[in-house]
């Protein structure tokens, strides 16, 4: 049976697989190319997720994307309406046709001889197996699990009478008005669970075993607003998204180099925003600020909840579920109907497919990033992976347009493959994501690395990397261009020998 050949395949229909088909699309318009997508819809996490409050933590100026304006006044967003902007986007480009829906993919790989991927696919709803090939596989599928969220192991936890819900899995038409509620975890999903919540419940606490920076942001953007009034649109978006990017930028170089300033900046703001009589060690983390991500309260929403007695924070450690609640380490019991783990995902790099190359394994988590796109020894392959202290999209849309610009550049000079190799001795090697927060932490040693130094250093800054995506040459040195004949006189790239 034939196997059905494009030049791209994009692996993943979420915000950062879409947005990478709008700019081939625009870009390279001659390139035939589909979208693998394991769920049967569009929007990745926004459509996964379905927990009350569902939003985005930072802005929509910033995390839409660079060519569709968002034109709605609320500059945080609920999951559905973020979910709707994908699919307008996906409409737009004409890129929903090219989605490939219930198409798991569970393995790749590199044959040298014809310098294609072979991309072996299950059908999730048949179970049918199929095979594609590409020219070029883009990784869209971001990084974490989503079969199953992370929940630690609670002693007890078949002793509570009540239900027990993480967020990623939470059940449709879950009836929690008049009920006791208690949310383990302090972070992004924690902080959004409560206010949309506490409306209903007869108590919600938010139970941390440590504190996170917590930071109110506007629910509304009203300059926004204001200039609508006289500009265009389009004008307005690249205006409010310059000044969110500067700002964003600006507050997190603050806080990495005046770190105890910063600390007293966010400390003062939360203490405005709560009751006079209440305890602000809850919201005194012990690391620094951007140590991990800070999560933001739009509107003061959590705050709003707390003042009004709705909600409260309990900073201590579990010892064991009980019948009705859990138990703490200080002896005190919280009573319970549900309690929901908050408690984050588990990380799942290129969505746990399985990679070869020519059908021999390789360890993948040895391999540096070249400017954030490919990996050293891997041809043809990019990996879309967007900021972890700003709007994801920001560095997607770079890597989508860099891709397009690699395509063209690989299209004018009669090359089919493309490898990144170090040349440089004296690169350090550096985990790939550089955060403390305990989703990472627990998988330190699955990560693929980044180096020292340029270019195979993660900026994590949208400036720099605007520049070194934007200009750099593509016939950098690093970069080894070469043809599958010329591999048969002798001629191998990293990859052959990987």
Request: charged fraction near 25%.
């Amino acid at each position: 049976m034939s196997i059905e050949h494009f030049d791209v395949l994009i692996i993943g229909a979420g915000l950062s697989g879409i947005g990478t088909a709008c700019h081939l699309s625009q870009k390279c318009p001659n390139k035939t190319y589909a979208i693998l997508e394991g769920r049967d819809a569009i929007g990745g996490t926004w459509d996964l997720f379905r927990y009350p409050g569902i939003r985005s933590d930072s802005d929509m100026f910033t995390l839409g994307y660079n060519f569709k304006p968002w034109t709605s006044s609320k500059g945080i967003a609920a999951g559905g309406d973020i979910c709707n902007y994908i699919r307008e986007a996906a409409e737009e480009n004409n890129v929903t046709s090219h989605v490939r829906y219930s198409h798991s993919v569970k393995k790749v790989n590199w044959d040298s001889n014809t310098a294609r991927w072979i991309v072996d696919v299950e059908i999730s709803n048949t179970g049918e197996c199929r095979q594609y090939s590409a020219g070029f596989v883009v990784s869209c599928t971001g990084y974490y699990d989503y079969e199953k969220g992370f929940t630690p192991e609670f002693a007890g936890r078949d002793d509570f009478k009540g239900q027990v819900i993480h967020p990623q899995h939470w059940p449709e038409n879950l009836d929690y008005a008049g009920k006791k509620v208690v949310v383990i975890g302090s972070g992004a999903t924690a902080v959004t669970l409560i206010p949309s919540m506490a409306r209903a419940v007869e108590k919600i606490t938010m139970l941390q075993r440590s504190p996170s920076y917590i930071l109110p942001v506007p629910a509304e953007d009203n300059f926004a607003v204001s200039l609508r009034k006289y500009l265009p649109e389009t004008w307005v978006y690249s205006i409010i998204r310059s000044r969110n990017v500067l700002l964003s930028m600006a507050f997190f170089n603050y806080c990495k180099r005046f770190p105890e300033r910063a600390r007293k900046f966010i400390y003062g703001f939360n203490k405005k925003m709560l009751p006079e009589d209440f305890d602000m060690s809850h919201f005194t983390p012990k690391y620094a600020p951007w140590d991990q991500r800070l999560c933001a309260v739009p509107g003061g929403d959590l705050y709003k909840s707390i003042s009004k007695g709705k909600a409260d924070v309990v900073t201590d450690s579990i010892d064991r579920f009980t019948e009705n609640g859990i138990l703490l380490k200080s002896g005190k019991e919280l009573a319970a109907d549900i309690i929901i783990t908050a408690t984050g995902l588990n990380v799942k790099m290129f969505g746990g497919i399985k990679l070869t190359l020519d059908n021999k394994d390789f360890n993948f988590t040895d391999k540096m990033s070249y400017r954030g796109v490919l990996f050293e020894g891997i041809p043809n392959m990019a990996m879309v992976f967007g900021y972890t202290n700003s709007s994801w999209t920001l560095k997607s849309d770079l890597i989508g347009d860099w891709v397009c610009r690699l395509l063209k550049h690989m299209d004018k000079t009669g090359k089919k493959q493309v490898v990144p190799v170090n040349t440089d001795s004296t690169i350090g090697r550096l985990s790939f994501i550089d955060m403390s927060s305990g989703y990472i932490a627990r998988v330190k040693d699955q990560l693929p690395q980044q180096g020292t130094k340029g270019p195979w250093k993660l900026n994590q800054n949208f400036f720099k990397d605007f520049a070194s995506l934007k200009f750099s040459r593509l016939n950098a040195k690093e970069l080894q261009y070469s043809n599958p004949q010329e591999n048969k006189v002798g001629s191998k790239t990293e990859a052959q020998t990987a």
